[in-house]
Every structure is written in structure tokens, then in C-alpha cells.
């Protein structure tokens, strides 16, 4: 069993920055894509930035040139950060980790809220 837990949401006025951290459990994180999905109140889960075991990655267009995903092996963690946050990015967002990558991703972080207003 996997088990992520996620920190560094909160709430930031719009066009300031934040980086989400998730901590994975056990010394396998390497073999997992891990990926960063949000939900806003009313919303569909959607597919924020992916980042693959081999480091590729992939952003959700409303996103790209704001948002970072990277990942650190070493310590067990995907990270991402976020710059030039809007109202539109507020939402609870949820860490995950998939051994293939897919739909339904395989173990869930609990989510951190992050709110952008002024």
C-alpha cells in the first residue's frame, strides 16, 4: 500500500505563486508516474500536470507556462509549483501515483486546498 500525503496549499491573491509538495510512502516511488489532478466545487477531477518514471511530462493547456511538475527520487516527493495563480485555479488539488499511466490513477493523496483570491 501506497500512501501520499500532500502539504503547501493555502490561500494567495491572484498572480502570486505556490509549490505543492507530496510525500510518498515505501522506496518504490521511482517506478511510479505521479501526477498533480484538481477539483473545483461543482467540477469534475481533472488532470493537472503528469510527470512520468522516465521525467517526461504533460500539462493541462489552461496551465502550461504557469505550472512545474518535477520530482525528487531521492526523497520520495513530486512537487509542483505553481506561478501566476487566478481565481480559475482555485480548487482542492490531489497528488497521485499510477504504475501505468491512465484514467484512474492507482493510490490518492487526501488533497490540499489551494485558493486564489484577493
Known amino acids: 500500500q501506497v500512501q501520499l500525503v500532500e502539504s503547501g496549499g493555502g490561500l494567495v491573491q491572484p498572480g502570486g505563486s505556490l509549490k505543492l509538495s507530496c510525500v510518498t510512502s515505501?522506496?518504490?516511488?521511482?517506478?511510479?508516474?505521479m501526477g498533480w489532478y484538481r477539483q473545483a466545487p461543482g467540477k469534475e477531477r481533472e488532470l493537472v500536470a503528469l510527470i512520468s518514471r522516465e521525467y517526461a511530462t504533460n500539462y493541462l493547456d489552461s496551465v502550461k507556462d504557469r505550472f512545474i511538475i518535477s520530482r525528487n527520487n531521492g526523497k520520495n516527493t513530486v512537487y509542483l509549483q505553481m506561478n501566476n495563480l487566478k481565481p480559475e485555479d482555485t480548487a482542492v488539488y490531489y497528488c497521485s501515483a499510477a504504475l501505468r499511466i491512465g484514467p484512474t490513477p492507482d493510490y490518492w493523496g487526501q488533497g490540499t486546498q489551494v485558493t486564489v483570491s484577493s
Open positions: 515505501g522506496n518504490i516511488f521511482s517506478v511510479y508516474n
